[in-house]
């Protein structure tokens, strides 16, 4: 079974910084892809950056040079660095796992896709 925890979430004011961690835990071999999405109220879930196993990274074009994702291959830990934060930014954030190789316990390996954490809160006041 695998878990993905997000932290780091808060009040922070219009202009601050926060840095997002979402830790995988689990009997993990290799992860695919991790991504961050947030979902403000009303509104849909959408996607604000990815990266692959390879370092790859891809955002969302409105969050281009103020979000930075990178990731702790040795602790399976995703982190995303919000610079300039706006009101707008107002979310619960949420990390998602994709392609996560996965050891069972009968020593046998599988993929499994579309993991989820619970989500953590940012709130941005003006």
């Known amino acids: 079974q695998v878990q993905l925890v997000e932290s780091g979430g808060g009040l922070v004011q219009a202009g601050g910084s926060l840095r997002l961690s979402c830790s995988a835990s689990?009997?993990?071999?290799?992860?695919?892809?991790m991504g961050w999405y947030r979902q403000a109220p009303g509104n849909q879930r959408d996607l604000v950056a990815t990266?692959?196993?390879?370092?790859?990274?891809n955002y969302a074009d409105s969050v281009k040079g103020r979000f930075t994702i990178s990731k702790d291959n040795a602790k399976n830990t995703v982190y995303l660095q919000i610079d300039s934060l706006k009101p707008e930014d107002t979310a619960v954030y949420y990390c998602?796992?994709?392609?996560?190789?996965?050891?069972?316990?009968?020593?046998?390996?599988?993929?499994?896709?579309?993991?989820w954490g619970q989500g953590t809160q940012v709130t941005v006041s003006s």
């Open positions: 998602k796992g994709d392609r996560i190789l996965v050891k069972s316990r009968s020593g046998s390996h599988y993929y499994t896709n579309d993991i």
């Open positions: 689990g009997s993990i071999v290799s992860i695919g892809v």
């Open positions: 990266i692959t196993s390879g370092s790859s990274a």
